[in-house]
């Protein structure tokens, strides 16, 4: 009932915010490459007239790509956006968003001036109705239809070059869904061949600020959908975990009795029908997912690929990980050695940090370990636990910034797999958004971890104080 209730609370609120803004999914913008749309706020474009932005032209990285991918040309993705818009809002100060109407992460306001910190919490502390309530919104954004963003279903050429634009609605859950699906699919080269080895947020440097940027947005449109503005995704701390103890009814789903693979009649999310989940059948017609409905969630915990996946990450994984001083390293993709994120994201052993191609560790575990809809990358996000294990991953990702303080040029500019430069801009955000530019502490960012709140450093102790005592045995 609480359930039911909140959702026809929350029914009311309107709003999204993601990929292809609705406004600028025209012929018209799509031939003249523009998007920039009005602010409401006064009408103009980018909202000029208030001082809040201007529309300008894209400037691209010229920076070289790895070899990973042989071709040019062949994918919208390429030189992202201008396959699609050369022209966008470019905001000032701090306001953000596709026509400047938002505020970058971290503010608040009218005129975003107002900084804010927010805490994503662990969600076994969540007391039952703030269960319950993240329950409810995750409903809410499914059944609730965006209404300032599309999705493509078809590539630029098939919708020649413009002229003929083709584009659904999607809900606000399955805008994402969507979004990690064409991030990660594979390049159509016509004819029904494709090429596999690509991918614009995983197994490569971006994959920890792609997903970071990814959640929060994500945890964005669920603070306007709802208005619940200090609203944070909860994270499932997997650490030594002996099996999926988020997956019962009360909170993510139980397994369902008469069929494993399906969640319990007692879970709402067994009512969920998934999207974007069957690649292969994309490739063959040489067409992108649209966003129609594919068939249950499916999940069976724990009855996986063994040899591949034998356990779920310890503590000392964790540990491991956070020892690696390397971010990137070699080839900066899955085969690299000694590489924190290499290492984090599961390619290669937290016991040695060598590429391992035959296991799957870490973040990749989890994935594997759901043994479902999860564990397909392109369609993985239509499972809710996927927000939540990413969560987690993000807040380990945050604890190795605290550690090493990286300036920003240990972020590769060159020579990473195709989209993963430091000044590449990420597929397929608009507003436009740089690898580069979540490579920095999340508190920066407006959020934090419960969990690291008390283990934060003292900077003076840890980091001023050995400096003064060097320079006062030197200089008594």
């Known amino acids: 009932m609480l359930l039911a209730a909140l959702y026809c609370l929350l029914w009311s609120f309107q709003t999204s915010s993601g990929h292809f803004p609705r406004a600028c ?3 018209k913008s799509l031939m003249e490459k523009e998007c920039c749309p009005p602010w409401a706020g006064d009408g103009s474009p980018c909202g000029r007239l208030s001082g809040r932005g201007s529309c300008q032209d894209v400037i691209l990285s010229t920076a070289p790509l790895g070899p990973q991918f042989p071709f040019t040309g062949v994918d919208d993705r390429e030189s992202w956006p201008s396959i699609f818009y050369n022209r ?22 009218p005129r975003c001036t107002e900084r804010r910190l927010l805490v994503r919490r662990n ?13 409810a919104y995750l409903t809410l954004a499914k059944h609730t239809t965006s209404p300032d963003y599309v999705i493509p279903t078809g590539t630029y050429g098939q919708m020649n070059h413009g002229t003929t ?8 859950y399955d805008l994402f869904v969507w979004m990690h699906y064409y991030v990660s699919r594979d390049t159509l080269l016509g004819d029904s061949e494709v090429w596999r080895d690509i991918d614009f947020a995983h197994e490569a440097p971006g994959f920890l600020p792609w997903h970071r940027l990814f959640l929060l947005l994500w945890e964005q449109e669920i603070q306007k959908l709802t208005g619940d503005e200090n609203f944070t995704i909860p994270y499932w701390d997997w650490r030594d975990a002996e099996n999926c103890d988020v997956c019962t009814d009360e909170y993510m789903g139980g397994r369902n009795p008469a069929n494993p693979n399906l969640l319990s009649p007692a879970s709402f999310f067994s009512s969920w029908q998934i999207v974007c989940s069957r690649l292969e059948e994309y490739n063959s017609r040489q067409a992108l997912c649209n966003g129609t409905s594919e068939g249950p969630l499916l999940r069976n ?20 990980c956070l020892s690696l001083t390397q971010y ?11 590489s ?14 060598i590429a391992d191609a035959s296991q799957s560790s870490m973040h990749n575990a989890l994935h594997i370990y759901m043994n479902g809809t999860m564990s397909q990358v392109p369609g993985s996000a239509n499972d809710p636990i996927f927000l939540l294990h990413h969560a987690f991953v993000d807040s380990i990702f945050e604890q190795w910034l605290r550690k090493y303080h990286p300036l920003q040029d240990v972020y590769p500019e060159a020579n990473a797999p195709i989209g993963h430069n430091r000044e590449s801009y990420m597929v397929p955000f608009i507003p436009l958004y740089r690898n580069g530019d979540f490579f920095i502490s999340s508190k920066d960012l407006g959020y934090d971890y419960s969990y690291l709140q008390d283990s934060e450093p003292d900077i003076f102790q840890d980091y001023i104080k050995p400096y003064l005592e060097q320079a006062q045995r030197i200089w008594p």
């Open 165 to 172: 634009p083709l584009f659904n609605d999607v809900s606000v």
């Open 301 to 320: 915990p724990g009855n996986h690929d063994k040899a591949r996946t034998p356990r779920l990450p310890s503590s000392a994984d964790v540990e491991f």
């Open 328 to 338: 990137e390293s070699g080839p900066m993709d899955k085969a690299a050695n000694f």
């Open 340 to 353: 924190f994120r290499n290492t984090l994201e599961g390619f290669a052993d937290p016991l040695t940090g």
């Open 123 to 135: 969600i076994f502390d969540l007391s039952v109705p703030e269960k319950n309530k993240f329950l």
């Open 88 to 109: 966008t809002c470019q905001c000032f100060g701090n306001f953000m968003g596709f026509n400047c109407g938002s505020c970058k992460f971290g503010f608040r306001g």
């Open 25 to 27: 999914a025209s012929s």
